[in-house]
């Protein structure tokens, strides 16, 4: 089965800090991976997504994500953190063997942002 | 273009009473997908429309609950005889095709059932 697993509920930084938000994926097939931003009260925004081009996948406001299959990894990143990214962050897999774009959502990691 | 449109945005509804949610998905989309936020947790699956047809509704409780999207006019998520317990935040996706292609999301109804 195609899951995902977010390995922090909450990440704290500092602005102008560098952003780690992880994410391990388990999957049968060569996966489809996504980041998706939350903030508060808003719907799903698309950070940036992986499928089976490169490994490493850059993204809108200075996110990216690699792909590194021999860890099952696709954390997020970005080098120096801004207030505005204080939001909530899913990792997400989509299953291929459903015959759409069945997304399969992590629990979440909310960023905190602080001056 | 305007984005996925969802509405309401909140919803107030008793115990026993009934709720609709509402979706227009973005314009040439004809791929319609619900999922539900408990709170504190990701979001799950509930169902996938095309104009009128459900394709898959492997995420849909067996009861109360119904999805349809009609050739013409909105998708609507209807929940019969509301029960606390469907308090959530329901999202509302669309896409052009099925594979390989964004989902865009809409900004969710918020239900509460008191």
């Known amino acids: 089965a195609q899951s995902v697993t977010q390995l922090d509920s909450h990440v704290s930084v500092s602005e102008g800090t560098p952003v780690l938000l992880r994410c391990n994926y388990s999957?049968?097939?060569?996966?489809?991976l996504f980041w998706y931003v939350q903030h508060p009260n808003k719907g799903l925004q698309l950070l940036l997504k992986y499928t089976s081009a490169a490994t490493l996948v850059k993204g809108i406001n200075g996110f990216e994500a690699e792909f590194k299959k021999s860890e099952t990894s696709f954390h997020l990143t970005k080098p120096s953190a801004h207030m505005s990214d204080a939001a909530e962050y899913f990792c997400?897999?989509?299953?291929?063997?459903?015959?759409?774009?069945?997304?399969?959502f992590g629990t979440g990691t909310r960023l905190l942002v602080s001056p | 273009n305007a984005g996925v449109m969802q509405n309401p945005r909140h919803l107030v509804r008793r115990r026993g009473q009934e709720a609709r949610l509402r979706c227009s998905p973005m314009k040439g989309h004809s791929h319609v997908y619900w999922y539900r936020q408990l709170p504190e947790e990701g979001l799950k699956f509930m169902v996938y429309?095309?104009?009128?047809?459900?394709?898959?509704e492997s995420g849909m409780p067996k009861e109360r609950f119904s999805a349809e999207f009609p050739k013409e006019g909105p998708s609507i998520l209807r929940i019969q005889q509301v029960v606390r317990g469907d308090s959530a935040a329901y999202f509302c996706?669309?896409?052009?095709?099925?594979?390989?292609?964004?989902?865009?999301f809409g900004q969710g109804t918020r239900l509460t059932v008191v």
């Open positions: 999957s049968s097939y060569s996966p489809s």
């Open positions: 429309l095309q104009k009128e047809n459900i394709i898959d």
């Open positions: 997400v897999v989509s299953l291929m063997n459903t015959g759409f774009q069945k997304l399969v």
């Open positions: 996706a669309s896409s052009p095709d099925t594979m390989n292609t964004e989902a865009f």
